[in-house]
């Protein structure tokens, strides 16, 4: 099992996160004049966890001309997505561990290709949490503005007073 | 008019069918009181216009869209064992008509009458003939789109809106079932392609699921409804969920109890003449809780036929790429949502089969989508898998096909020993399975799918031939309640009265013999239109 968070680090958070706009001058009740963009506080991982995650998510789906699923807050989206749902979050945290006792962490980045492909070509748990990672990872990135808009160039949920349908000569 | 005053008329649910009695009859000056289990959806609430990420924001900040559908918490059922019937229920005003997928098709002769022909239980009592009339005039009235086609399986109309054009997976499907031997049509949908009786045409937003704020598709809670309550004869009342119908001493319906949603209180309001249209498997629940000295086995039931005989469809989804469209410069392929086509059944009387009944095939939508869950299904991961889901995207074709279930007597609804709810009303257990014949359809509907499929040349993603969806998810119960010639073996006549009990109607799809290949609201509509006038005559005759 990965380091829980502790109460130590819940603290520090917490203190980081106060001081932040005390620092910077703002007032009890003014509009901040500076946004302060906090780090995400995974709920459902612990830190180290929510890292590989974060870690995980960028391989399946990692930035080209395009951000990757890490900058499109994909790790947020699965960390969120588990909430309430105990079998899931079981099976992605058995995963993460089991991941991690293969040395994931101190692996350069060749090798983590590697241990994730045999992850995805596995049977049982292994192979169940690759797909299920895989299948969150998709859900998440895919209905991002940066996966859905940017990089696949939807286009729809507009207003158009006619659909003409296809014109494409090839085609007809 | 105010509560309390007598109704001639009073209608169980506000869908399809009861949003048609209940409007039918006001304007002939019918007083009419519906009672529906919910309470009006906003369309002012509804999320039609967000994007997929704006959407998760508002979740994060704790907000939810109008929940349309009836939670399992609230009103639970009862399935056998393996045999999970997934049922969607819609208790507010409207009922699934807020959600539903709009395809409107019209039953033919071929399907009314089969029964007769192949020898599997009853026949329709009444033909296209009777019925022609209404699909007229349920075309005008709530606006559907299609094409000129007309089809032995699929009769015409002279009232189709203009049809949305064809998307260019569409066009390729249509052009490679040709090649199969098969005739795509244009798809029907009731879905307004004009500005139409106050209500703004389709803007093509794609996002008819969510509910549609501008009501530009056929929505009872906005089509029937308003128009009903203008004419002054009609009273609704919200969060009434009705228990039981009770009889007087001839006999006949005298009352309706319902408690209210959230307090629990009962309330029985006197009914001279009742309208059951809860849809099939909630009305055939109040049915069979009405028991009495005269009913012991619910309220019309003398035949025994009520509760069983439950018929819907199955279904597959097979995702596929045209080759032609890999890679391309992506478009808004939104339309009017779901498919512009569709695949009429083919086979003709006679054909030598090894099942029957039959199977038409729907596309629903194609090309660029919402989402690229199709990308579960694709292999690998990183840069490549990155770039595989971008030329994937949108080449998306989906073959759909729907084939008829046969009804039996041991697929049924029944509420003998099951717990009650907490109003003290026994819950219902849906007893449910498919036999041979469904499944050797299954493997035509499969051959059918590969066929053009093959002829496209389309790459498929991994399947396994002989799956289905999960039952009900074709959201067409049918049969419990059903109409026929014959009082020993059905409950309704071809007006859907009862045939014991004069002053009961039953107009959802409970009353359907047969649950055929097609979407049943379009006929649902024409029934309760054509089973409403019958009341109303009747009425004015003093038989009822």
């Known amino acids: 099992m990965l380091d829980q968070p502790t109460r130590r680090q819940a603290l520090k958070t917490a203190a980081a996160a106060t001081a932040l706009p005390v620092a910077l001058g703002v007032q009890a009740g003014a509009a901040p004049l500076v946004q302060v963009a906090t780090p995400y506080a995974p709920r459902n991982l612990a830190p180290a966890e929510f890292r590989l995650i974060t870690a995980l998510v960028d391989m399946i789906i990692p930035s080209s001309e395009t951000p990757g699923a890490a900058a499109a807050g994909v790790d947020r989206y699965i960390d969120e997505k588990i909430s309430g749902d105990d079998a899931r979050k079981g099976k992605i945290r058995d995963g993460l561990t089991a991941i991690e006792r293969a040395g994931f962490s101190s692996l350069d980045a060749e090798k983590r290709v590697a241990l994730l492909t045999e992850f995805s070509e596995a049977e049982g748990a292994r192979g169940e949490f690759f797909q299920l990672l895989k299948d969150l990872t998709i859900d998440g990135y895919y209905s991002s503005e940066i996966g859905l808009a940017q990089e696949l160039g939807y286009k729809g949920n507009t207003f158009l007073k006619e659909f003409t349908g296809c014109t494409h000569e090839e085609h007809l | ?544």
């Open chain 2, 1 to 544: 008019m105010a509560r309390g005053t007598d109704y001639d008329v009073v209608v169980v649910g506000s869908g399809a069918s009861g949003g048609m009695a209940a409007w039918n009859l006001a304007r002939k000056g019918v007083k009419v009181l519906i009672l529906d289990a919910g309470s009006k959806f906003n369309r002012g609430d509804f999320w039609t216009h967000l994007s997929p990420w704006q959407e998760r924001e508002r979740r994060r900040q704790g907000k939810r869209p109008p929940q349309f559908l009836l939670s399992r918490e609230e009103q639970p059922y009862e399935w056998v064992d393996d045999r999970y019937f997934d049922l969607w229920r819609v208790w507010g005003i409207g009922g699934k008509t807020n959600i539903w997928g709009r395809v409107s098709l019209r039953y033919s002769d071929l399907n009314f009458s089969e029964p007769e022909r192949d020898g599997w239980e009853v026949s329709w009592p009444f033909q296209y003939k009777d019925i022609a009339p209404y699909y007229d005039n349920v075309d005008r009235l709530i606006g559907v789109n299609g094409g000129d086609d007309d089809e032995p399986w699929l009769p015409g109309s002279r009232y189709h809106m203009p049809p949305p054009g064809a998307r260019c997976g569409e066009v390729l499907l249509k052009k490679a079932a040709a090649s199969a031997g098969r005739t795509v049509v244009t798809g029907r949908r009731a879905v307004i392609t004009r500005d139409h009786r106050g209500f703004a045409a389709c803007h093509h937003c794609g996002a008819c699921g969510k509910g549609c704020d501008t009501g530009s598709f056929f929505n009872s809670a906005d089509h029937l409804l308003p128009f009903a309550m203008e004419t002054g004869n009609l009273e609704i009342v919200e969060n009434a969920v009705v228990g039981r119908v009770f009889v007087n001493d001839e006999g006949l319906a005298s009352g309706v109890q319902y408690f209210d949603r959230y307090t629990g209180k009962e309330h029985v309001v006197p009914a001279k003449r009742v309208v059951m249209a809860a849809s099939c498997v909630d009305s055939t629940r109040i049915l069979l809780n009405s028991k009495s000295r005269q009913y012991p086995n619910g309220i019309g039931n003398g035949s025994g036929v009520i509760g069983n005989y439950l018929c819907d469809q199955v279904r597959f989804h097979m995702p596929a790429f045209a080759p032609q469209l890999m890679g391309r410069a992506t478009s808004n392929d939104d339309g009017i949502s779901g498919g512009h086509i569709y695949l009429p059944r083919f086979d003709k009387p006679g054909d030598k089969r090894d099942y029957l009944r039959g199977y038409g095939v729907q596309f629903w939508g194609g090309g660029c989508q919402s989402n690229a869950s199709f990308a579960k299904k694709l292999p690998g991961f990183g840069l490549d898998f990155k770039q595989s889901v971008k030329e994937h995207y949108p080449a998306l074709i989906q073959l759909h096909p729907y084939g008829e279930v046969l009804p039996r007597a041991s697929n049924r609804i029944s509420v003998e020993g099951t717990p009650s709810d907490r109003y003290g009303v026994p819950l219902f257990r849906i007893e449910y399975d498919i036999g041979d014949n469904e499944r050797k359809m299954i493997e035509a509907m499969y051959d059918t799918a590969e066929e053009i499929l093959h002829e496209m040349k389309a790459e498929v993603l991994p399947y396994k031939r002989g799956e289905i969806d999960k039952f009900g998810s074709a959201i067409h119960e049918h049969g419990t309640c059903r109409m026929g010639a014959d009082p020993k073996r059905s409950a309704l006549n071809g007006f859907c009265q009862m045939h014991e009990v004069k002053n009961m109607f039953v107009v959802d799809g409970s009353a359907f013999p047969t649950a055929t290949e097609k979407n049943p609201t379009l006929t649902i509509l024409a029934m309760a239109w054509r089973a409403s006038d019958y009341l109303a005559e009747q009425m004015k005759k003093g038989n009822v």
